[in-house]
């Protein structure tokens, strides 16, 4: 397997012809990858020949065409079927995953979670956003008395490509997490996988390609470097950076960036942090809990995780006690190998040269005051594929180190990062003092809590929290069914200020709308209500003809309304209302009571006694299209209503969302009640799920 590995650009791979230049550029332009445990050549990777301005353009033109002729609810469930078709050939990914390096654990976390993401953001986009192209964000903002000036945020697609460039050490899940809201938002995707890993990210495009499920042009493949990519961007466009600190700041600095007019969200390495509380001592659960966390986050991926544990803090009376309790926990649970033999726990790296850079910060690292006490810098004993042990040869291979700092304000323990099975030891005396060493880290993706006592929990993790982009609260509650420090989740925020890059790559929702433009927009109600899909106020509704509940959803349409007779509100209405329900409240039964309450010009009528009432006002009662009410939002009680006082209702057809993948839709009704003086008593939303064809038993119904 020592040909080039291809790229997928303007549907269809591609691969340089080494026919085509001189051997010797060949091989300066062509960089090899290995097996990280034997150093087998796999692939060689390059991008000499490839066009990548016109890639881009594809993306922007065909890709844009495709996506935005789909709504997000169909997007939605394309992501669904894109985690199914990965699903049925994932075995394909976890024999490629093992030759990085990767145990069958580390791969469940790269593949399976990449596929969890997909069906996340599948679930989340077909719950909370509409069967629309257009998000309407927050509240009408009214901008004129008579209502005829509204003001109202939506959020767009922007109009560009997401490049989107990954680290080496998720070659799945780091492209779907970022494919999976820039899909949703309607945006294409260039991805740019790392070099050492992306043979097993070109397998899932590969997948994904030959399921047949892509629109044109919303996916697309570089692999290799692509040293010009910042030349050929614009406004619209958006990079979605994953790596190094360093490396993310000279990309943030380009001109395109500063002042073209792209959009750049990094997530970059971070000295994570996980605090033992002063009540955690050994043979505590929360002790257990931490040490089986530290060293979960040292093996899993070879360390190789930005969320990983870069510094225990723990207190100083603990610390001899955390030490010897993670040497045991080594020795028992860690068995360093190629991923292939039987029992291997941990792998070793993605590559030689990742080796090579994690064994030289482990050394600026003692050399700016740690000391190591357990592991070694030493090429370890590891098991090989066939079943024996020996050296580790050819292999990426590194022992789990953990180093000790005796002074907490050693500057290299809360700035250098060895990007491995490597963590750092350091005590503390007061909570004080704790939070502020994770704050020495500048900015991280997740700091760990271990403690049962929830004055401790408040006091860091109000402290901290400025400081990340997570924070896990562990004691022996939720021990079990923690997550765990290390695991994003794509409905919580991934990522973190400073030095983790300012980014927030996951977070449900808000991780689409980052690649959407927020823009306000002001007009009449009926503008708003054409370009939003919503009914607004004041814009118009149709309130002849047949009853909306009588009409399926193919049938219904925004403004339909039902406008109701008036009913008469007793004293004998609500005492009767009171007492069936025991809802007995002296607003309702005591006049003097009432009268005496600054809302209330004396007795007055429940506020469900009124929605109820409604209800029965607005309904159409045989069967028919509407299948079920499935709840109120929104719900404002306005003006009391007294006995005497008369209500009717209007009902009107805000928002008509079509389910893609059932024969029924949610239909969001817009409800006002008011009194015989036309002032607004209550309003608020009703929910309904509708049929969206008239079934053959309601179509001879009477209107």
């Given at each position: 397997?020592?040909?080039?590995?291809?790229?997928?650009?303007?549907?269809?791979?591609?691969?340089?012809?080494?026919?085509?230049?001189?051997?010797?550029?060949?091989?300066?332009?062509?960089?090899?990858?290995?097996?990280?445990?034997?150093?087998?050549?796999?692939?060689?990777?390059?991008?000499?020949?490839?066009?990548?301005?016109?890639?881009?353009?594809?993306?922007?033109?065909?890709?844009?065409?495709?996506?935005?002729?789909?709504?997000?609810?169909?997007?939605?469930?394309?992501?669904?079927?894109?985690?199914?078709?990965?699903?049925?050939?994932?075995?394909?990914?976890?024999?490629?995953?093992?030759?990085?390096?990767?145990?069958?654990?580390?791969?469940?976390?790269?593949?399976?979670?990449?596929?969890?993401?997909?069906?996340?953001?599948?679930?989340?986009?077909?719950?909370?956003?509409?069967?629309?192209?257009?998000?309407?964000?927050?509240?009408?903002?009214?901008?004129?008395?008579?209502?005829?000036?509204?003001?109202?945020?939506?959020?767009t697609t922007l109009p560009g490509i997401a490049v989107q460039i990954n680290a080496f050490n998720f070659p799945v899940w780091g492209s779907l997490e970022k494919l999976a809201p820039?899909?949703?938002?309607?945006?294409?995707?260039?991805?740019?996988?790392?070099?050492?890993?992306?043979?097993?990210?070109?397998?899932?495009?590969?997948?994904?390609?030959?399921?047949?499920?892509?629109?044109?042009?919303?996916?697309?493949?570089?692999?290799?470097?692509?040293?010009?990519?910042?030349?050929?961007?614009?406004?619209?466009?958006?990079?979605?950076?994953?790596?190094?600190?360093?490396?993310?700041?000279?990309?943030?600095?380009?001109?395109?960036?500063?002042?073209?007019?792209?959009?750049?969200?990094?997530?970059?390495?971070?000295?994570?942090?996980?605090?033992?509380?002063?009540?955690?001592?050994?043979?505590?659960?929360?002790?257990?809990?931490?040490?089986?966390?530290?060293?979960?986050?040292?093996?899993?991926?070879?360390?190789?995780?930005?969320?990983?544990?870069?510094?225990?803090?723990?207190?100083?009376?603990?610390?001899?006690?955390?030490?010897?309790?993670?040497?045991?926990?080594?020795?028992?649970?860690?068995?360093?190998?190629?991923?292939?033999?039987?029992?291997?726990?941990?792998?070793?790296?993605?590559?030689?040269?990742?080796?090579?850079?994690?064994?030289?910060?482990?050394?600026?690292?003692?050399?700016?005051?740690?000391?190591?006490?357990?592991?070694?810098?030493?090429?370890?004993?590891?098991?090989?594929?066939?079943?024996?042990?020996?050296?580790?040869?050819?292999?990426?291979?590194?022992?789990?180190?953990?180093?000790?700092?005796?002074?907490?304000?050693?500057?290299?323990?809360?700035?250098?990062?060895?990007?491995?099975?490597?963590?750092?030891?350091?005590?503390?005396?007061?909570?004080?003092?704790?939070?502020?060493?994770?704050?020495?880290?500048?900015?991280?993706?997740?700091?760990?809590?271990?403690?049962?006592?929830?004055?401790?929990?408040?006091?860091?993790?109000?402290?901290?929290?400025?400081?990340?982009?997570?924070?896990?609260?562990?004691?022996?509650?939720?021990?079990?069914?923690?997550?765990?420090?290390?695991?994003?989740?794509?409905?919580?925020?991934?990522?973190?200020?400073?030095?983790?890059?300012?980014?927030?790559?996951?977070?449900?929702?808000?991780?689409?709308?980052?690649?959407?433009?927020?823009?306000?927009?002001?007009?009449?109600?009926?503008?708003?209500?054409?370009?939003?899909?919503?009914?607004?106020?004041?814009?118009?509704?149709?309130?002849?003809?047949?009853?909306?509940?009588?009409?399926?959803?193919?049938?219904?349409?925004?403004?339909?309304?039902?406008?109701?007779?008036?009913?008469?509100?007793?004293?004998?209405?609500?005492?009767?209302?009171?007492?069936?329900?025991?809802?007995?409240?002296?607003?309702?039964?005591?006049?003097?009571?009432?009268?005496?309450?600054?809302?209330?010009?004396?007795?007055?009528?429940?506020?469900?006694?009124?929605?109820?009432?409604?209800?029965?006002?607005?309904?159409?009662?045989?069967?028919?299209?509407?299948?079920?009410?499935?709840?109120?939002?929104?719900?404002?009680?306005?003006?009391?209503?007294?006995?005497?006082?008369?209500?009717?209702?209007?009902?009107?057809?805000?928002?008509?969302?079509?389910?893609?993948?059932?024969?029924?839709?949610?239909?969001?009704?817009?409800?006002?009640?008011?009194?015989?003086?036309?002032?607004?008593?209550?309003?608020?939303?009703?929910?309904?799920?509708?049929?969206?064809?008239?079934?053959?038993?309601?179509?001879?119904?009477?209107?």
């Amino acid at each position: 397997m020592t040909e080039y590995l291809p790229s997928y650009v303007q549907s269809q791979w591609w691969a340089p012809d080494p026919a085509h230049m001189p051997q010797s550029a060949s091989e300066s332009r062509a960089t090899e990858v290995r097996d990280a445990s034997t150093g087998e050549v796999i692939t060689r990777v390059s991008t000499d020949g490839l066009d990548l301005a016109a890639a881009l353009e594809y993306g922007r033109t065909v890709g844009h065409a495709s996506l935005g002729a789909l709504t997000f609810h169909q997007r939605a469930v394309l992501l669904k079927q894109f985690a199914l078709a990965l699903t049925e050939r994932k075995d394909e990914l976890y024999a490629l995953s093992a030759r990085a390096g990767a145990t069958r654990t580390d791969s469940w976390v790269d593949i399976d979670g990449g596929i969890g993401v997909l069906f996340s953001y599948s679930g989340k986009g077909r719950r909370e956003l509409p069967n629309s192209r257009v998000y309407v964000d927050g509240a009408v903002e009214p901008l004129s008395k008579d209502g005829s000036f509204l003001g109202r945020h939506v959020y767009t697609t922007l109009p560009g490509i997401a490049v989107q460039i990954n680290a080496f050490n998720f070659p799945v899940w780091g492209s779907l997490e970022k494919l999976a809201p820039a899909f949703l938002a309607g945006m294409p995707t260039l991805v740019k996988p790392a070099t050492p890993t992306g043979y097993v990210t070109e397998a899932m495009v590969r997948i994904l390609v030959e399921s047949g499920l892509l629109p044109d042009g919303s996916l697309q493949l570089v692999s290799g470097s692509v040293p010009t990519l910042f030349e050929h961007l614009r406004l619209g466009d958006l990079v979605a950076f994953t790596g190094s600190a360093s490396t993310a700041e000279n990309l943030r600095s380009h001109p395109a960036v500063q002042t073209g007019g792209v959009r750049f969200t990094a997530e970059t390495d971070s000295i994570n942090a996980s605090v033992l509380g002063t009540d955690a001592v050994a043979g505590t659960p929360e002790f257990d809990a931490y040490v089986r966390q530290l060293v979960v986050e040292m093996t899993s991926k070879a360390g190789q995780k930005c969320t990983a544990i870069r510094r225990a803090i723990v207190p100083a009376a603990s610390a001899d006690d955390v030490v010897e309790a993670v040497r045991a926990r080594l020795a028992e649970k860690t068995l360093v190998g190629d991923p292939r033999a039987e029992g291997v726990t941990m792998g070793p790296l993605a590559s030689t040269a990742q080796r090579d850079e994690v064994l030289r910060q482990v050394q600026r690292l003692t050399a700016g005051g740690g000391r190591i006490v357990l592991g070694s810098t030493d090429a370890p004993e590891v098991r090989r594929a066939d079943g024996t042990t020996g050296p580790a040869d050819d292999g990426a291979f590194v022992a789990p180190i953990l180093l000790r700092f005796d002074d907490a304000d050693a500057d290299a323990v809360h700035t250098v990062e060895a990007f491995g099975p490597v963590s750092s030891l350091i005590t503390y005396d007061t909570i004080d003092q704790a939070a502020d060493i994770v704050a020495r880290g500048g900015g991280s993706l997740v700091t760990s809590v271990a403690t049962h006592d929830p004055v401790q929990a408040v006091e860091l993790a109000t402290r901290i929290a400025p400081f990340n982009g997570r924070v896990l609260l562990l004691d022996r509650d939720d021990a079990r069914s923690s997550t765990g420090h290390g695991s994003p989740l794509p409905t919580l925020v991934h990522g973190g200020p400073g030095r983790a890059g300012g980014g927030e790559e996951l977070g449900g929702i808000r991780a689409v709308l980052h690649h959407m433009q927020r823009t306000a927009v002001q007009g009449s109600p009926s503008m708003l209500t054409a370009l939003t899909g919503v009914w607004h106020a004041g814009s118009a509704a149709n309130s002849g003809g047949r009853h909306p509940f009588r009409k399926s959803l193919s049938e219904l349409r925004i403004g339909d309304q039902v406008v109701s007779p008036s009913r008469e509100v007793t004293l004998e209405d609500i005492e009767t209302f009171a007492h069936f329900t025991g809802d007995t409240f002296y607003a309702h039964m005591d006049e003097e009571a009432a009268a005496a309450n600054p809302f209330f010009p004396g007795r007055v009528a429940h506020g469900y006694l009124l929605v109820s009432w409604a209800a029965g006002l607005f309904v159409d009662p045989e069967p028919g299209p509407v299948l079920a009410n499935y709840g109120l939002e929104n719900l404002r009680f306005i003006t009391p209503v007294s006995p005497g006082d008369s209500i009717r209702v209007e009902l009107t057809a805000k928002q008509i969302t079509p389910r893609e993948t059932d024969e029924y839709g949610e239909v969001r009704w817009d409800a006002v009640i008011r009194n015989q003086k036309d002032e607004i008593v209550a309003t608020y939303d009703v929910l309904t799920l509708v049929s969206k064809e008239p079934a053959a038993a309601t179509e001879a119904v009477p209107a």
